[in-house]
């Protein structure tokens, strides 16, 4: 059964540092890329980043770019998002995926887990 399982979220200041853990089984870690989506009330799901499988590339929306990191550990299965400098907006439940490739990863859809709650105050 494939798993993946978020976790890490948190309540924090406006620029302040949390890191997301998505821990998974279930497949071949390595073979697919891992993504990360983040969904704000009222908004519809968007994708923030994409690390490919195999030592591809990683990818951010122009929305985190510079200040999220995308890491995977293939060892332990599990893929990371370091998320510096916080805003406000940022605030979201943030959610992990496996597709095939990052490329048109914002796409992807998905039976989505419960994600982890990430709420940036002023």
């Known amino acids: 059964e494939v798993q993946l399982v978020e976790s890490g979220g948190g309540l924090v200041q406006a620029g302040e540092s949390l890191r997301l853990s998505c821990v998974t089984s279930?497949?071949?870690?390595?073979?697919?890329?891992i993504a990360w989506y983040r969904q704000a009330p009222g908004k519809e799901r968007e994708g923030v980043s994409c690390?490919?499988?195999?030592?591809?590339?990683?990818y951010y929306s122009d929305s985190v770019k510079g200040r999220f990191t995308v890491s995977r550990d293939n060892a332990e299965n599990t893929a990371y998002l370091q998320m510096d400098l916080l805003k406000p907006e940022d605030t979201a439940v943030y959610y992990c995926?496996?597709?095939?490739?990052?490329?048109?990863?914002?796409?992807?859809?998905?039976?989505w887990g419960p994600g982890t709650q990430v709420t940036v105050s002023q």
């Open positions: 995926a496996a597709p095939l490739s990052c490329e048109g990863y914002e796409h992807f859809k998905t039976n």
């Open positions: 279930g497949f071949i870690f390595d073979w697919y890329a």
């Open positions: 690390a490919s499988g195999g030592g591809g590339g990683t």
